[in-house]
């Protein structure tokens, strides 16, 4: 059992083997030093938590480290998606929020991540130091009263700023039956009442507790859509929206019955917040996300800038900049004027401004998207490793440096994350390991479909060993 790291948001690890108690408190202790550290303590900690196999007990083992170095906490009195424990912080002023959640991993992990005091993912230079107290002999705390511990409804609040942060006039004429599957994650209860609310036909799918999450990661991927996808195809819903177990991932399947991962939604997003509602300010996105968002910028003048893979790479743009919109290749994207935190259910209120917007389906738009920026066309893969060869297989992919692939030339190489190959008409591959779960991840695109497949297939090839994906 390795000792806790943070990986691309968070610490994440497999129930009662790595991720304990103990090890909780542990982490916990840690983050509130750095917290004193930066006299921070006086504004108190933010703590929620998923609907994970004892997560609220979790929970309360944080907000009892916390009480026990005299920090108050506010402990959410239910389970709460992640965007919502970052408005909390915002909204409360708070140090800091840590929400127990392993976000889309498998069921049986469990995770921390924390949320700074802007309301965003921990930056890297905050996790780093995290992670350097925690391998360092416990200092000795600051001395304080017993810190209190209050229970506060922070739905109410996270609804409430939800309900600033569209049109409804605009979002009222996309008007339809929606089919919203939560994975019976944090997100249920959520998006289903606010859209009735506007006269919506809203069915929430998997909205009850199951920390099994049907046996499989709670992750809107396309193959674990298949009961939203049944029912486009049965005619009983005309747009499907998924979430993720902790509500900062979406997807979509269209009236055609065709899934619309943050490939498609990131650019026509962007799109609409520009040529819709006259947005401008500098695009985040990370280095596996698709060269649309490139192409969208470019048309419009708009500043780009590419991150590592993680939100809280963009984090630190946010703050540095005047930041429209960012986003990455799984996520859903960030609004930072609204949360400078990846927020799905945001995310589908302005994916339905855009589709009442346009008086279009969401099929037509990514036809249209296609039309005026492509074409470019996007596949990933992966590869499950032994935990033991994930260091292995950093230095196998940081040693790759090949001229040429799939007989093109290789123009430029980038190695902000694992290491990303490009070569010409926006054609490029990335391999690298992830930073969540034991996986070699792929990722390709190109012009042609047939040639982003052949550039993941000479990635496999580097790699050594066949994906099993």
Not at 46 to 54: A, E, L, M, N
Not at 65 to 91: E, H, K, N, Y
Not at 168 to 176: C, F, I, K, S
Not at 304 to 331: N, R, Y
């Amino acid at each position: 059992m390795s000792g806790p790291r943070f990986g691309t948001d968070g610490w994440r690890g497999i129930i009662a083997r790595d991720f304990t108690f103990a090890r909780v408190a542990e982490v916990t202790r840690a983050i509130l030093s750095y917290l004193d550290e930066q006299g921070l303590a006086e504004q108190g900690l933010v703590v929620g938590y998923d609907r994970r196999f004892q997560s609220r007990a979790f929970a309360r083992e944080v907000a009892d480290t916390g009480a026990a170095r005299g920090f108050d906490v506010w402990l959410t009195d239910q389970f709460l998606p992640s965007p919502a424990i970052s408005w909390a912080v915002r909204d409360k002023h708070a140090a800091a929020g840590i929400i127990v959640t392993a976000s889309h991993n498998p069921p049986q992990y469990s995770g921390l991540k924390l949320k700074e005091q802007f309301g965003g993912s921990a930056r890297p230079a905050v996790t780093a130091r995290i992670e350097g107290l925690l391998r360092r002999p416990a200092a000795t705390p600051v001395a304080r009263p017993q810190g209190q511990i209050r229970l506060f409804d922070g739905l109410s609040a996270y609804r409430r700023h939800l309900a600033q942060c569209f049109a409804p006039a605009t979002l009222r004429r996309a008007r339809q039956k929606v089919a919203i599957d939560v994975m019976h994650g944090a997100a249920a209860g959520i998006l289903a009442p606010l859209l009735t609310d506007l006269g919506f036909c809203a069915l929430e799918l998997r909205g009850d507790e199951n920390p099994a999450f049907d046996g499989h990661a709670p992750n809107p991927s396309a193959e674990h859509l298949g009961l939203l996808g049944g029912l486009i195809q049965r005619g009983e819903a005309t747009l499907g929206l998924a979430v993720d177990g902790d509500g900062d991932r979406l997807a979509a399947i269209d009236e055609t019955g065709a899934y619309c991962g943050p490939q498609v939604l990131f650019p026509l997003l962007l799109r609409y917040l520009v040529e819709g509602r006259g947005g401008r300010g500098r695009v985040v996105k990370s280095v596996s996300t698709t060269h649309l968002i490139d192409r969208i910028c470019r048309a419009h003048d708009l500043p780009l800038s590419e991150t590592a893979i993680g939100f809280k790479h963009a984090c630190q743009a946010i703050l540095d900049d005047d930041v429209l919109m960012a986003g990455e290749e799984s996520g859903a994207p960030g609004i930072p004027r609204h949360l400078p935190d990846r927020d799905a259910q945001l995310a589908a209120l302005l994916l339905l401004e855009a589709l009442g917007a346009a008086g279009s389906t969401l099929s037509a738009l990514r036809e249209d998207l296609q039309a005026r920026f492509g074409p470019l066309h996007y596949r990933q893969s992966s590869l499950r490793l032994p935990v033991m060869h994930c260091a292995d297989m950093h230095r196998r992919i940081a040693a790759l440096s090949p001229q040429r692939l799939c007989g093109r030339e290789v123009l430029a190489t980038n190695r902000s994350d694992g290491v990303k190959w490009l070569l010409a008409g926006d054609a490029w591959l990335l391999l690298r390991v992830s930073g969540t779960e034991p996986l070699a991840r792929l990722y390709a695109e190109a012009p042609e479909a047939a040639l982003a497949e052949e550039l993941l297939a000479c990635g496999e090839k580097l790699l050594g060993e066949p994906s099993d994906s």
